[in-house]
C-alpha cells in the first residue's frame, strides 16, 4: 500500500528550515533570502517493519574494513572504509575531490572489488582524460552518466560494486520529490536513500559535496548528521598540498588529518607533515614561531607568523588565518594586561603557514610568542619549538602528548622545546634537546630577552 500526496514548502537552501510561506530571513540560521519553493511528492507505506535483532548477532561491520590502498585516506577514515558507511567528501570546486575518490577507486578495482562510480559533474569521457593521466587501469570500475537515483541503484542493484561513488551529491535527484537536482531536500533526500540502501545491502559509499569557503550552497553542511563520516578538504585551493580533515567520523577519531600533494598523476601521500609544513620558512624572520602541534594523533611541526603593525584604522584589525581570531583577541588583550605590551593601536595578523586550521589550546603559546617577536621586531631563536596553553591570567598551562611533540621537535633537528613547565616531570629524560619549563607569558617575555 502506498500513498502520494504532493506538499508544499518553502525550505532555507542554506541549512534546511522549512516554513510554510516565504521568509525573508531564515530563523534557522540568520541568513537572508535563502528561501525557495520546493514542492515534493511524500509517497508513504509499502516497507514492513523490521525486526529487532539480539545484540550479541550484530555483526562489527568496522572489523571488515577495506583497505582504500591510500594509506592517508585510510587514515582519516579510521583505519579504511567501512563496509555499509556512507562517506561525505566535501571541498571547494576544483580542490581535488573527483581525483582522491578516483584513485582510491582503481585501488579498490586493483584488489578485484568492483566500483560503480556516479559521474554527474563530467561526462565518462572528460572522467577517462583524467583517469589517463593519474594511470587508471580501471578494470573493475563502472562509470554511470545517470543522474536519477532510482535508475543508479537499480544499476547498483544489478552490479552489486563494493563501493558507490556519488560525484556528486548535488547533481543527483530523486523521482520522488519535484524541487531540482542540488536543492537542499534533493540532497538531503538522496543521502537519505544512499544511506538506506548503504546500510541494506553493506556497500559503503562516497559522496562528493561542493561546499564555499564561507558556507554559502552549504548542501553539504546539511548532510553532516546523516552520513557516518565528513571528510572535508581544507585549506587553499591552488596550493600544492591538500589537507583532508575528518570531521567527523563514528568508526573512527574525528579530526585526524590526511596530507597530500597534487601532482601531475594525482595526489601524492605527504610522509613527513613536519618537513612541508617548515619548507617555506624565514627563520631569521621577526614574527615566525614553530609550534609543537598535534593534530589527529599525529604530531607536527608548523610555522605560526604574526605581523603587528601600527594601525591605520580607528578599531585597529584583528585577521587571523589558521587560527581561531576570537581566541587571538583574548590572547592579545591578555598581553596588553598581564605583560605591558601595548597593543591597542596596532593592527595584528595570525597566518598558520600551509593552510592548516590548528585549533588545540597548545598553540596559544606559538601564537603569543610570534606577536612579542614582531612586536620586538626580534627574531625568535631558529631552532626552538613551542607549545603551550595560556590563560586569562598569563598563566602556561600545560598540555597532552608533551614528550611526542618533544620527539618530533628532536627528529626535525631542533635544539630546544619551550614548553609548560607542568609538563617538565614527565618529559624530562627526553635525550639531545633542550627543555626550558615556563609558568607564564612574564617568563616567555624575559626568556625572548
Ligand atoms: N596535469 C595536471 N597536473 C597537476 N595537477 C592537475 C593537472 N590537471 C589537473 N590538476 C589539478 O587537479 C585539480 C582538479 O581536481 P579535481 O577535478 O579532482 O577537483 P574537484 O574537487 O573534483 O573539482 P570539481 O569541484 O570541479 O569537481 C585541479 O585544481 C588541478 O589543480
Ligand atoms: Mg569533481
Ligand atoms: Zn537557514
Redesign the pocket.
Known amino acids: 500500500m502506498s500513498r502520494t500526496k504532493t506538499r508544499f514548502a518553502f525550505v532555507c537552501q542554506s541549512c534546511g528550515f522549512r516554513s510554510p510561506k516565504w521568509l525573508g530571513r531564515c530563523p534557522g540560521c540568520e541568513e537572508w533570502n535563502t528561501f525557495a519553493e520546493e514542492s515534493e511528492r511524500v509517497i508513504s507505506g509499502g516497507s514492513s517493519a523490521r525486526p529487532a535483532v539480539p545484540y550479541p548477532e550484530i555483526e562489527d561491520l568496522s572489523l571488515s574494513r577495506i583497505d582504500s590502498g591510500i594509506g592517508e585516506l585510510n587514515r582519516v577514515l579510521g583505519g579504511g572504509i567501512v563496509p555499509g558507511s556512507i562517506i561525505l567528501l566535501g ?1 571547494e ?7 582522491l575518490v578516483l584513485q582510491a577507486a582503481e585501488e579498490l578495482s586493483r584488489q578485484g572489488l568492483q566500483v560503480l562510480y556516479l559521474a554527474g ?1 563530467e561526462s565518462a569521457q572528460q572522467i577517462k582524460i583524467r583517469g589517463d ?1 593519474l594511470g587508471l587501469a580501471g578494470k573493475h570500475l563502472f562509470l554511470a552518466s545517470e543522474t536519477c537515483l532510482e535508475r543508479f541503484l537499480e544499476e547498483a542493484q544489478k552490479i552489486r560494486p563494493n563501493l558507490l561513488v556519488i560525484d556528486s551529491i548535488q547533481t543527483v535527484y530523486t523521482e520522488s520529490l519535484d524541487s531540482i537536482a542540488g536543492s537542499i531536500s534533493q540532497v538531503r533526500e538522496c543521502a537519505a536513500r544512499l544511506l538506506r540502501f548503504a546500510k541494506g545491502e553493506r556497500v559503503p559509499a562516497f559522496l562528493v559535496g ?1 561546499i564555499t569557503k564561507d558556507g554559502a550552497l552549504a548542501g553539504p553542511k546539511a548532510l553532516e548528521h546523516i552520513v557516518d563520516t565528513v571528510l572535508y578538504f581544507e585549506g587553499e ?1 591552488h596550493q600544492n598540498h591538500k589537507i583532508v580533515r575528518a570531521v567527523k567520523n563514528r568508526f573512527g577519531p574525528a579530526n585526524e588529518l590526511g596530507i597530500f600533494e ?3 598523476q594525482g595526489l601524492k601521500e605527504v610522509d613527513s607533515p613536519s618537513q612541508l609544513f617548515l619548507t617555506e620558512r624565514a627563520p631569521q624572520a621577526p614574527g615566525s614561531a614553530v609550534v609543537g602541534a598535534i593534530e589527529g594523533s599525529r604530531p607536527m611541526l608548523v610555522e605560526v607568523q604574526a605581523l603587528v603593525s601600527q594601525s591605520n584604522y580607528i578599531t585597529a584589525r584583528r585577521e587571523s588565518n589558521g587560527f581561531d581570531r576570537n581566541r587571538l583577541s583574548l590572547l592579545l588583550a591578555m598581553l596588553e594586561r598581564r605583560a605591558g605590551l601595548h597593543l591597542l593601536g596596532t593592527d595584528v595578523y595570525v597566518n598558520v603557514a600551509g593552510g592548516l586550521a590548528l585549533s588545540e589550546p597548545a598553540v596559544d603559546l606559538a601564537v603569543v610568542a610570534a606577536v612579542v617577536s614582531s612586536f620586538r621586531n626580534q627574531p625568535l631563536s631558529a631552532k626552538t619549538v613551542l607549545f603551550g596553553e595560556v590563560g586569562l591570567a598569563g598563566e602556561i598551562r600545560a598540555v597532552s602528548l608533551a614528550v611526542t611533540r618533544i620527539r618530533e621537535a628532536l627528529a626535525m633537528g631542533f635544539k630546544s622545546v619551550v614548553l609548560p613547565a607542568n609538563n617538565l616531570p614527565l618529559a624530562e629524560g627526553v635525550p639531545k634537546v633542550e627543555l626550558v619549563g615556563m609558568s607564564s607569558v612574564l617568563d616567555f617575555m624575559e626568556w625572548a630577552g
Open positions: 571541498g570546486p576544483g580542490i581535488g575531490k573527483s581525483t559533474e593521466r561542493h585551493r597534487m601532482t601531475g
